[in-house]
C-alpha cells in the first residue's frame, strides 16, 4: 500500500446532501470512512488512498476525489 | 473484508417478502424494521440501523451490486434534493396513516376486509391466496394486507432505482433512513 499512500487524491463528502447510508464505508478498503452521529460520512484523509471506491458506491452521488495539497 | 452475522439480514428481509405470498399475517412481522431504527436513532445509535442492519439494504447491494443488475448511474439531481426526500416522507406517511385509518374502519365494522394488496397505492392486486381466514378478526388481517402493501411498493420501487441507478438508490429517499437521519440531525442541532 506504500505506493498509494503517497497519492495526494482523497475522497471529499458534500456534508449537505449526504444521507449517512453508509455505503462508503462498506465500500472503503481502508477503512477510512465513518458515519458522524448518524448525519454524514467523514473521511479520514490521514487513511485514504484516493481509490474512489466510495465515489462508485454513493447512491447520493456526493462523493468526489479531490486533489489535496500533501 | 471480514463478513460479520449482520451481513447476513438480507436474507431475512428476502424471507419476509416471500412469506407475504404464503400468509399476510407474517407482514405484521415488518413492524419491526419500522420501529428498531426509529428507536435505535432516538436512544443514541446514530444510523447504525441503516448502516449495519437493514436486511433491504443489503438486498439492493446484492441484487444490484453483486448480480449486476444494476446500471450504477448517478441518480438525477432531484432524488437527492431535501424536497423530494422530505417531499416523499410526508407522501409516505399520509398514505401509512390512511392505511391505519383504513384498519380502523374495519375493526369498527364501518368496512369489509379487503384481500388486496395495494401496489404502488394503485394497483390493487388479488390476494385472497395467502389469508386463510377465521382465525383472526378482520382489522388484524386487513392491517396485514396494508402493510405487505406499503412494504411491497417501498420494495418495488427500490427495485427500480436500484435497476436505473446505483444500487442502493432507494436509501437516498427511504422514508425510514429520512427519518433516522432526521433524527439525529434534531439530536445534534443541525437542522
Ligand atoms: S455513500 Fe454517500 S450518501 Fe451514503 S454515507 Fe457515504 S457519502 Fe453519504
Ligand atoms: S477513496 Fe478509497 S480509500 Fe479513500 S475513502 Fe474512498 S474508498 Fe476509502
Ligand atoms: S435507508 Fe432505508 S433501506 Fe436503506 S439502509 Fe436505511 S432503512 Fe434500510
Redo the contacts with the bound molecule.
Keep these: 500500500m506504500a505506493v498509494f499512500s503517497k497519492s495526494k487524491r482523497k475522497a471529499q463528502v458534500s456534508l449537505r446532501d449526504c444521507?449517512a447510508?453508509?455505503c462508503c464505508v462498506k465500500a472503503c478498503p481502508m477503512a477510512a470512512i465513518r458515519i458522524v452521529k448518524g448525519v454524514f460520512a467523514e473521511v479520514d484523509a490521514t487513511k485514504c488512498v484516493g481509490c474512489g471506491r466510495c465515489v462508485k458506491e454513493c447512491p447520493a452521488a456526493v462523493v468526489a476525489i479531490a486533489e489535496v495539497p500533501a | 473484508m471480514k463478513k460479520n452475522w449482520y451481513d447476513n439480514l438480507w436474507i431475512v428481509s428476502l424471507i419476509y417478502l416471500l412469506l407475504g405470498f404464503f400468509n399476510i399475517l407474517f407482514a405484521w412481522a415488518g413492524l419491526f424494521?419500522f420501529f428498531i431504527?426509529l428507536v435505535v436513532s432516538v436512544a443514541g445509535g446514530g444510523?447504525i440501523?441503516?448502516?449495519r442492519y437493514?436486511g433491504?439494504?443489503q438486498l439492493?447491494a446484492l441484487f444490484g451490486g453483486r448480480f449486476g443488475l444494476s446500471r450504477k448511474k448517478n441518480p438525477p439531481k432531484f432524488l437527492k434534493s431535501r424536497w423530494f426526500r422530505y417531499g416523499f416522507l410526508i407522501f409516505f406517511f399520509t398514505m401509512f396513516f390512511l392505511m391505519l385509518w383504513n384498519t380502523w374502519l374495519v375493526f369498527a365494522g364501518a368496512r369489509e376486509l379487503r384481500q388486496v394488496v395495494k401496489l404502488l397505492w394503485t394497483f390493487k392486486l388479488p390476494w385472497h391466496w395467502a389469508y386463510h381466514a377465521a382465525s383472526v378478526k378482520p382489522w388484524v388481517a386487513q392491517f396485514a394486507f396494508g402493510f405487505y402493501s406499503v412494504m411491497l411498493t417501498s420494495t418495488v420501487l427500490?427495485f427500480i432505482t436500484m435497476l436505473l441507478f446505483k444500487p442502493?438508490s432507494?436509501?437516498v429517499y427511504?422514508p425510514?433512513?429520512?427519518m433516522?437521519q432526521l433524527i439525529c440531525k434534531a439530536k445534534c442541532g443541525k437542522m
Design positions: 444521507v447510508c453508509g | 424494521c431504527p444510523k440501523y441503516c448502516n437493514c433491504r439494504g439492493f427500490g442502493r432507494w436509501c427511504c425510514i433512513g429520512t433516522t
